[in-house]
């Protein structure tokens, strides 16, 4: 048997070494040698290419840990998202903080939207504003539930929020009996001395403290139909008869 070490070594003297025997094996030992070197190219390239992959892997890894690192920086550093997407049972108005950076989520385009958007601004307001006299006048009745100061005759408001506060404690039981129906309420703002990344361990603030355990801000969206209004409303009569 031809060692294939030995044939690439010495071509010829095989090829002697078979005439001698009277074989004429000269085609296909050149052939052999030909398949050996596509092979041996074959594996450099595979050996090339994995090794590619494997360094455009890790490049990747870094990437993707850049990619987390900036998203926490372009929103104040938060650890977890804050809204609807947020996966936490209660209070999932709660945050902390990972590293401190800066609110960064405004880009040209939507710089551009937000102009045109302004243009219908006056229209907005006035939608806003009927949602704000709707919970008024449909909540007004509730007595376990504060409702907003009215606004004094000389201001004007954008009407950002609508905020009651729950009296009777059991603001975080209604939050969830909303969100179980579809219906997504919140609190802003979390105060921040309860930030554990803030650190702040003294001082008393009691004002901050009872707002952030009895208020919950209801959805007002110049969007909202009086259809919707009316289930947010009548969800809410439908906990304060059964729990209050």
């Excluded at 078979?18 to 398949?35: G, H, P, S």
């Excluded at 539930?145 to 905020?163: C, G, K, Q, R, V």
């Excluded at 001082?203 to 007002?220: M, Q, R």
Aim: with cysteine.
């Amino acid at each position: 048997m031809l060692d294939i070490k030995k044939i690439k070594e010495n071509p010829d003297a095989v090829k002697a070494g078979l005439r001698a025997k009277e074989v004429d094996c000269d085609a296909t030992v050149d052939r052999i040698l030909e398949l050996d070197g596509k092979i041996r190219t074959l594996k450099t390239n595979t050996e090339t290419q994995t090794a590619q992959k494997n360094k455009l892997a890790k490049e990747n890894g870094k990437l993707f840990g850049m990619k987390k690192k900036a998203e926490k920086y372009l929103y104040f550093g938060l650890t977890a998202k804050s809204g609807y997407e947020n996966s936490v049972a209660d209070k999932w108005w709660e945050f902390d903080v990972s590293c401190f950076g800066h609110r960064a989520i405004m880009n040209d385009v939507t710089a551009t939207m937000a102009l045109e958007q302004y243009k219908k601004l006056p229209v907005y307001m006035e939608k806003r504003a009927h949602v704000h006299a709707y919970y008024d006048e449909h909540l007004r009745d509730l007595p376990w539930i504060d409702l907003p100061l009215p606004i004094p005759a000389e201001n004007t408001t954008s009407y950002y929020f609508y905020h009651i506060q729950i009296t009777n404690g059991l603001r975080d039981q209604l939050a969830k009996y909303l969100r179980e129906r579809g219906i997504y309420t919140t609190y802003r703002y979390f105060p921040l001395h309860r930030v554990p990344g803030y650190g702040v361990t003294e001082g008393s603030f009691p004002n901050a403290d009872y707002a952030a355990d009895h208020t919950l801000c209801l959805p007002l969206h110049q969007s909202l139909t009086d259809e919707e209004l009316a289930l947010i409303v009548d969800t809410i009569h439908e906990f304060g008869a059964k729990f209050c």
